[in-house]
């Protein structure tokens, strides 16, 4: 199997290496931007299997499409979880959440190899999937969540919800007033009911509100850490994979 990573972050880009080699799954060639991907697609065969990074360095990677006909499965490897997910699913393909999880992989490879497409049946509405990165703020996103307190239902707008964290396999959100409630969701259902424009997944545990950040400290590794006004029983941290995504979406 020919396998092709297009990733900006060539750090990131050996570890997915590394760990596709653990799944029995050597690389054949690893790109870096926009324009070395179009020129090497003008000239190579394409592969049997893609590994696309969303956000290149010199733009969308949405653009390689509009200059070559790509005709192989792809598996997207992403931080814009939270409001693309409707669109990979809606297309079919296949996405790994940065930072990447080896067994996540291990069943993207898998499930690749059940349901392998032909290249000349691969029809993928990459507009359909490039709208829904470019223009988000046009869908509607929860205001209010509810959450059970005794024999009462409480209601919280997310406007008040500093954070939103898993632990003990319960999901709750952590509000402006110190208090947390466990709610009858889960952190990937909430991925497309969160506005990308307030809430941002800075790992597999946190939801953060941008309005309720008090702090951003440097930390070990290129990582972050994030203090928030209220909430301060665990520790945020902004994993290395993606506290480039987490400085474009503050800005």
Same mark, same amino acid.
């Given at each position: ?131 829904? +990165?470019?223009?988000? *703020? ?5 205001? =209010?969540?509810?959450? $059970?307190?005794?024999? #009462? /239902?409480?209601? @919280? ?32 259902? +909430?991925?497309?009911? *969160? ?5 941002? =997944?800075?790992?597999? $545990?946190?939801?953060? #509100? /941008?309005?309720? @950040? ?38």
């Amino acid at each position: 199997m020919e396998v092709l990573i297009i990733e900006d972050e060539k750090p990131a880009a050996r570890r997915l290496a590394r760990l596709l080699e653990v799944c029995g799954v050597s690389v054949s060639h690893m790109l870096h931007s926009v324009e070395e991907s179009i020129n090497w697609f003008n000239s190579h065969s394409h592969p049997d299997l893609i590994f696309l990074d969303i956000q290149l360095s010199d733009g969308l990677s949405f653009e390689i499409f509009d200059a070559v006909e790509i005709r192989s499965p792809i598996i997207f490897t992403t931080a814009y979880d939270e409001y693309a997910l409707q669109a990979f699913k809606l297309n079919s393909i296949d996405y790994l959440l940065k930072p990447i999880d080896e067994e996540e992989l291990q069943s993207a490879i898998e499930q690749y190899r059940k349901h392998t497409p032909s290249k000349e049946g691969l029809k993928i509405d990459f507009e359909d999937i490039r709208n829904m +990165l470019v223009n988000p *703020l046009e869908r509607e996103f929860k205001k =209010r969540f509810t959450a $059970k307190v005794g024999q #009462h /239902i409480k209601i @919280i707008n997310a406007e008040d919800i500093e954070c939103f964290y898993s632990e003990n396999k319960g999901t709750y959100a952590a509000t402006a007033d110190g208090r947390n409630y466990l709610l009858d969701t889960t952190l990937e259902q +909430l991925e497309s009911e *969160l506005s990308p424009d307030t809430f941002f =997944r800075v790992s597999r $545990k946190f939801y953060i #509100h /941008i309005n309720h @950040i008090s702090d951003i400290i440097s930390y070990s590794n290129s990582r972050l850490k994030i203090k928030l006004n209220r909430y301060s029983e665990q520790e945020i941290i902004v994993s290395r994979e993606r506290v480039k995504d987490f400085k474009l979406w503050l800005e």
